[in-house]
């Protein structure tokens, strides 16, 4: 297998599940601030010019961090990411889905739209004119998260590929101009938790 990687939030989510599950893939790395995905030869791996692109050893190429961390969890069940069950599957997959929708979304084309607009208005449509709406909208969906937050982890007491994606983009917006909201008392102290992480900081406990 090869993944096709990057700097930003989304290749940054699925290195953090591989790093999690102690799985190493040869890595080609993609010139995102060069626009090396937006044209060939990576339009042939992924046409919609997105990052990460995970290559499997027949040549298929799956894309979207979902699709691309549970087929490694389903490679690599230990340790379990996603769920053991039924139930804990469908729980990490709504609160990923949340996740997803209510911060990751907005947030990123709050980005693109103001701070990052230079960069992106060339390769997709951008609407200026939304960026503070949407930067907004990810921090009343960080908001809702606090109100429904039990912890320690989003899913409970398990950690899972729903805390791996928020904290990815929580993480880059933090260096975007959208940092987390100190009054987040619950979600400040997840992000803690999450950032001494071993796949976060890299170090082997002693």
Same mark, same amino acid.
């Given at each position: 297998m090869k993944l096709y990687n990057s700097i930003g939030p989304n290749p940054r989510a699925v290195t953090l599940f591989m790093a999690e599950k102690g799985i190493d893939i040869p890595r080609a790395e993609v010139d995102l601030m060069a626009g090396e995905n937006r044209r060939e030869p990576y339009l042939?791996?992924?046409?919609?010019?997105?990052m990460p692109a995970l290559e499997l050893d027949d040549g298929t190429v799956l894309t979207e961090i979902t699709a691309v961390c549970e087929y490694l969890e389903e490679l690599n069940p230990e340790p379990v990411l996603i769920g #053991? %069950?039924?139930?804990?599957?469908? #729980? %990490? #997959?709504?609160?990923t889905r949340r996740v997803d929708l209510k911060v990751c979304e907005p947030m990123a084309n709050g980005f693109r739209f103001s701070e990052g607009l230079k960069l992106f208005e060339g390769r997709m449509r951008c609407l200026p004119e939304a960026a503070p709406g949407l930067k907004a909208v990810a921090q009343d969906g960080l908001q809702w998260l606090e109100a429904n937050f039990e912890g320690p982890y989003l899913v409970g007491s398990r950690f899972s590929l729903a805390d791996i994606l928020l904290f990815s983009f929580l993480e880059f917006g933090a260096r975007v101009g959208q940092p987390l909201d100190p009054g987040l008392a619950k979600i400040n102290g997840w992000y803690k938790r999450v950032s001494e992480r071993e796949s976060v900081t890299g170090k082997v406990p002693a």
């Open positions: 042939k791996v992924n046409p919609a010019g997105q #053991r %069950t039924a139930e804990e599957r469908a #729980r %990490t #997959r709504m609160w």
